[in-house]
């Protein structure tokens, strides 16, 4: 006999299981927790690009590094590469006690879901460019072609080309605009407009990141639960509804539910329960085939006494 003490709040608000010793409730409680039909649910309920990116997390890592100056990170959305959901049978909801007095029972969840995903994140660490990997990529800077022809005037009193420093004079000097020769004139024209040009493209490359792209160290990002009550024979919504609303208000904001059914439900139904934002889920052909691989199971090979 049953004591009242050893009651669960549910049993006293006058919630009766109909399912109470029905091996489909059982079977089906352990079904919904196997790592295949976790990762179903878990996408079904925490859509996957929904999440959000622990890129952050990685920053702290540039701003701490000693040459953050000399080197750019970046991080593009992190990928799932995994999971690591876990799943629990008849998990306690309990009130906890006050002033010391002991909590007691409000019910146990069919099945509880705590979710976790594998998550990388890409990481490109940039550099710039090297005045090496300049030169490789554009060549050398022009030379200033009259640096080497030029010759000091040995007469500072006689005009002199400007270019490469031989006197003018006579018909060069009356031609020659500013004292240059015209061939000097025409020289460092041509090499105003390379080294111009050869500035601009090395100003690019300078300005242009290049660096290796890697996947860092995975991180493990988790958050909110799922509790499932399992339902093998019809009741009405309104009794599985209140039924959750009660462990909810024990459970926390950061649980998500799913009423999972053996039978369909209207869409009156269905809309009842998204109002409530409870995800709703059928058993249908694949707990069907569980169910028969279960029943056919070899038996555990126990130690005997």
Avoid at 7 to 17: H, K, S
Avoid at 119 to 140: D, F, K, L, N, Y
Avoid at 253 to 281: G, Q
Wanted: proline share 5%; hydrophobic share 35%.
């Amino acid at each position: 006999m049953t004591r009242a003490s050893d009651r669960t709040l549910l049993q006293t608000l006058g919630f009766n299981d109909p399912d109470k010793g029905n091996e489909e409730h059982d079977l089906g409680c352990r079904y919904l927790i196997q790592p295949a039909q976790m990762e179903k649910l878990v996408d079904l309920v925490f859509p996957r690009d929904k999440l959000e990116s622990p890129w952050r997390d990685y920053m702290d890592e540039y701003w701490s590094s000693p040459d953050a100056r000399d080197r750019k990170f970046e991080f593009s959305n992190h990928r799932i590469v995994g999971v690591e959901h876990k799943g629990q049978l008849e998990a306690v909801v309990q009130r906890p006690g006050y002033n010391g007095s002991a909590g007691y029972h409000i019910g146990f969840l069919d099945s509880l879901i705590l979710p976790a995903w594998i998550s990388s994140v890409t990481r490109t660490t940039w550099r710039r460019s090297t005045q090496a990997e300049i030169e490789q990529e554009i060549g050398p800077r022009p030379g200033d072609p009259l640096l080497s022809n030029y010759i000091a005037p040995k007469d500072a009193s006689k005009p002199f080309c400007g270019g490469c420093g031989r006197a003018l004079g006579g018909l060069e000097l009356s031609e020659c605009s500013a004292h240059w020769h015209r061939v000097c004139r025409d020289k460092f024209g041509a090499y105003l407009e390379a080294d111009k040009l050869w500035q601009q493209q090395s100003s690019d490359l300078q300005n242009k990141w290049v660096g290796p792209t890697e996947d860092i160290a995975t991180k493990k990002i988790g958050g909110g639960s799922i509790g499932i009550e399992v339902k093998i024979g019809q009741i009405p919504i309104g009794n599985a509804i209140r039924q959750i609303k009660l462990y909810a208000s024990y459970c926390g904001e950061d649980m998500s539910w799913v009423l999972a059914t053996r039978y369909s439900i209207s869409k009156d139904d269905h809309a009842a329960l998204k109002n409530e934002k409870i995800t709703h889920i059928r058993l249908a052909s694949g707990f069907n085939a569980y169910l028969e691989s279960q029943r056919n199971a070899p038996e555990a090979e126990s130690p005997e006494l």
